[in-house]
């Protein structure tokens, strides 16, 4: 049963068109983290916040640091963490994820990183982030499938989309293969990329 907090986020959002998990990717990323029982967890994009306190909700031993660029997002994300009591295990930071010193997030590492920003530049997130991460850590990438985008051609798709879904389908090529991690993509929600660094 949802909280009826939850349910006036995903209102709000559906209103103001801001991107937030579906509610088949959320439970899933909930269960996946469920097991994990990461103490610590990056997140790359808070928007206003949706996921950030779904994982803190389920997980109350749980400390996060999620990052977000937009002003309108970063500040109404910062009003909802606190309307739910968890501004002792959120930290919010607004900057361009790919522009923010390391020192900032770097004092100790975390045991997941969840990548919810621009589609186009994940491979530049991953790359930035994982370092972060302890061995035996995952990360988890949402939107993976770009609503069916990655499955079509090219010059099927609107000009304006067309480096992100190619950006997006090498990132996910790259990392299936790379030696460094076990990578699975699963079929939920929009996609979700699991990554267990080795």
């Known amino acids: 049963m949802k909280d009826s907090f939850i349910i006036e ?3 709000y959002a559906e209103k103001h068109h801001v991107p937030i998990m579906d509610s088949g ?3 899933t990323l909930l269960g996946l983290l469920s097991i994990q029982k990461p103490d610590r967890i ?3 994009g808070s928007a206003i916040g949706y996921s950030a306190i779904r994982m803190a909700l389920t997980l109350p031993d749980t400390f996060i640091t999620t990052i977000e660029r937009d002003q309108d997002r970063y500040s109404k994300a910062v009003d909802y963490i606190k309307s739910a009591g968890l ?3 959120i930290q919010i930071i607004e900057a361009d994820a790919l522009l923010l010193e390391n020192e900032i997030i770097a004092d100790e590492p975390y ?4 990548i919810d920003a621009a589609k186009g530049q994940y491979k530049r997130f991953f790359e930035k982030y994982t370092p972060f991460v302890s061995p035996g850590g995952v990360i ?3 939107n993976m499938f770009l609503h069916g985008m990655v499955l079509r051609e090219d010059k099927e798709l609107p000009r304006r989309k067309r480096t992100m879904v190619r950006n997006l389908k090498s990132f996910t090529r790259w990392v299936l293969s790379h030696p460094d991690y076990n990578t699975s993509l699963l079929p939920l929600g929009d996609g979700i990329l699991i990554a267990i660094k080795k």
């Open 42 to 44: 990056l997140e790359i």
């Open 140 to 142: 988890y990438c949402d």
């Open 25 to 27: 990717a959320i439970e």
């Open 87 to 89: 501004t002792d295990r």
């Open 9 to 11: 986020m995903e209102e």
């Open 111 to 114: 045991n997941a990183l969840f």
